[in-house]
C-alpha cells in the first residue's frame, strides 16, 4: 500500500504503477492478488482463483509468476 486508496501491485514480478483501490468492496493487504483494469484493482482474488489465473497465463508464457 501507498497511501490512501493506492498500492503498488507486480505484475511478472516487477513492480508496476500504482492504482486505485477504491472500487474494491472489501479490504486488501500485502500479498494479496487483485483483478485490476485501467488502473483501478475491481476484485480480490482468492487463492484458488489467484492460481487458475496464473495458469492460464502460464499457457501463453510458461516463465510467468505464479501465486
Do not use: C, K, Y
Amino acid at each position: 500500500m501507498t497511501g490512501e486508496g493506492t498500492a503498488v501491485v507486480r505484475r511478472e514480478g516487477r513492480p508496476t504503477s500504482s492504482i486505485s483501490l477504491l472500487a474494491l468492496a472489501e479490504p486488501v493487504a500485502a500479498g494479496d492478488w487483485v483483478l485490476v483494469h485501467s488502473g483501478f484493482a475491481l476484485h480480490r482474488l482468492t487463492p484458488d482463483e489467484a492460481r487458475d489465473a496464473a495458469a492460464i497465463r502460464a499457457v501463453n508464457d510458461p516463465q510467468e509468476v505464479t501465486p
